[in-house]
């Protein structure tokens, strides 16, 4: 096997046996064979109830449903065929609802959220004293949302003096 900085690439790893009964029995296929040989009982017995390849069951494979519309029995190449259709129409909707003006009223929502932040700091800012210990993960929220308010108000602000800047240069 290669080793690539300690790691060994995918191609070469071997599956364990372990992972193999998982996959041939499931974990409680497993759980119920190592309980069997605990107690000593006929694993051949638990094997048969669990064994998920056992094709003498006459169970029927499992089809995936390509399409999501709930029919597991119809033919793979139409479902396949029918899933590239409804990616296909759901990009147009997408494309719909951008140039309709779904995403309108941002700056609203951000003053509502601004609204309520400025309530949590002002609120904040009379529990607590100069000389009060805080807990870490209060001090990082803090911390945080007052980097995250600080960059976005510095990405709005660069945003505005560059319109603003190019409204100049229009009007000469």
Known sequence: MKECSGMYEAKDRVMTRAAKGVMKYGKDGMKALAKAGKDGKDLDKVRDKYN??????GSKPDF????????????MKKAAKDAKKNVKENFEYQDDIENKGEYDQEGDMAKDDLSTI??????????????????EWVQSKINKAMDYLDTARDYMKANQDDDNSSKIAARC
């Open 52 to 57: 998920k390849y056992d094709e003498s069951k």
């Open 64 to 75: 995936l449903d390509l399409d999501k519309d709930g029919n597991k029995k119809e033919p």
């Open 118 to 135: 400025e309530d949590a700091a002002r609120e904040l800012d009379s529990i607590l004293q100069s000389d009060d210990n805080l807990p």
